[in-house]
């Protein structure tokens, strides 16, 4: 499986990005897509994700009602639409997939830039 994710940029305090992530390879497996962040160099932290069967989503309290992931399953791209960007919102973002009942994400995207200015 390999992810490209895509959608990062630089934009200002307020405004609105939606992140997207690509999936190819062995997809019919997919039993969750994720969306995670790293700031300044710190490990990675769950922002959201979603079952890829149903549509159900979960997010870190941190995001919630700024945040909403979705999925196009005929295109096996996950997105991440984030509103009301903050400063703190900076950082990369990452996809992430696991297969089927895994217990971890196995699959990793190569992170998308998300920088936020005042």
């Known amino acids: 499986v390999q992810l490209q994710a895509s959608g990062g940029g630089l934009v200002q305090v307020g405004d609105s990005l939606r992140l997207s992530c690509v999936a190819s390879?062995?997809?019919?497996?997919?039993?969750?897509m994720a969306w995670f962040r790293q700031f300044s160099g710190k490990e990675h932290e769950f922002a959201a994700d979603?079952?890829?069967?149903?549509?159900?989503?979960t997010y870190a309290d941190s995001v919630k009602g700024r945040f909403t992931i979705s999925r196009d399953k005929v295109k096996n791209t996950v997105y991440l639409q984030i509103d009301s960007l903050k400063i703190e919102d900076t950082g990369v973002y990452y996809c992430?997939?696991?297969?089927?009942?895994?217990?971890?994400?196995?699959?990793w995207g190569q992170g998308t830039q998300v920088t936020v200015s005042s």
């Open positions: 992430a997939l696991k297969e089927g009942s895994a217990q971890k994400y196995e699959y």
């Open positions: 390879g062995r997809t019919a497996s997919i039993g969750s």
């Open positions: 979603i079952l890829w069967t149903w549509g159900l989503p």
